[in-house]
């Protein structure tokens, strides 16, 4: 989901439900409004249900793809077409992207 406010965000949200928004893809943009140019931060994220790395890795993963298509991807990889195989690198490639991007947010960029 994409949302906008007037403060840069850090990579975990705490909403104080036991549930934390992970933020990603923020981008700083100036928006005129009626008092002139104003600067808010606009950003991806996903509502994880814990702090826990490999959460909010499989909640990105989730946001992409539902858990019956990487059960698909994985079944149409053994068959060894080599469409799936093609499927199935790119999905190990969303992955790895994913997993890399995670760990530079949690490392460079703390809870609130």
Request: glycine share 4%; aromatic share 8%; charged share 25%.
């Amino acid at each position: 989901m994409r949302q906008s406010c007037l403060e840069r965000q850090p990579a975990l949200v705490d909403l104080k439900n036991g549930k934390y928004q992970f933020i990603y893809n923020q981008d700083q943009v100036t928006i005129t409004g009626p008092n002139g140019p104003e600067t808010h931060w606009e950003y991806d994220y996903v509502e994880v249900p814990g702090t826990d790395e490999d959460l909010i890795i499989a909640a990105l993963i989730h946001a992409q793809l539902s858990i019956d298509d990487e059960i698909a991807l994985i079944n149409n990889y053994n068959t060894g077409s080599q469409d799936a195989i093609e499927e199935y690198e790119t999905y190990q490639n969303l992955r790895l992207s994913i997993k890399k991007l995670v760990k530079t947010k949690l490392l460079n960029d703390p809870l609130q």
